[in-house]
């Protein structure tokens, strides 16, 4: 076992420390945020492993699903964000995902100069399919960056679609297909700091004082 190994089974083999009372150093120079999920999802599938006492591989690590609790998922997600990591766990079902699917066809509708083609199963009243372009003579920078902004906002539906590719680091995501009606999607978040809040608070005060 590495010294890198040894302090990663100490994170995870114990009880969850503190928010942010741990720091994440990643060694690599020109960091790409595609880096930086790539490293936390590592970190996260080897504390997973830890979680329900497999041994961790250097190069190669594989969890079975079926064995993976919601206890150890629920521990994870207070282990990471000991690092300041904030995990989003979410199970969808078909109807779960047409939620989040129409609440983003809802919110670009009115873009004039896009185009929006979804098939429907009429009877369970569940989208097949979506295809959104724009109008080749009707594009502007401006319709474009107000596409962009909500397929941002509705990064879960962005998830499976893949309309926009991933900038932020929630834009990633873990996809656990179990079958066709049930997906796993876990994503990474920086955690806010309780002192962002207050500085935040503190701000609103003054400018309303």
Known sequence: MTESEYNIFNIFKGE?????????????????TEDIFNQIKTLYCKGLLIQKGSKINPKVNKIKVN?????HIEKMKHHMLSLGIDVKHSVYTKGTKNHIFKELLYDIQHIDELTIKVILDWKKDLIESISIGFEPKKMTKKCVLEFEKY???HYEANHFLKLLKPKNLRDYA????????????????????????????LTQMKVNN
Do not use: G
């Not at 969850?16 to 790409?32: G, Q, R, S, V």
């Not at 064995?67 to 206890?71: L, R």
């Open 67 to 71: 064995e993976v609790t919601s206890e």
């Open 151 to 153: 397929v941002r906002k």
């Open 16 to 32: 969850p420390k503190d928010p942010f009372a741990l720091n994440m150093h990643i060694n690599k120079e020109n960091l790409t």
């Open 174 to 201: 873990i996809i656990i297909k179990i079958h066709d009606n049930k997906y796993h999607v876990i994503s990474f978040d920086f955690a806010k700091h309780i002192d962002d809040f207050r500085k935040k608070i």
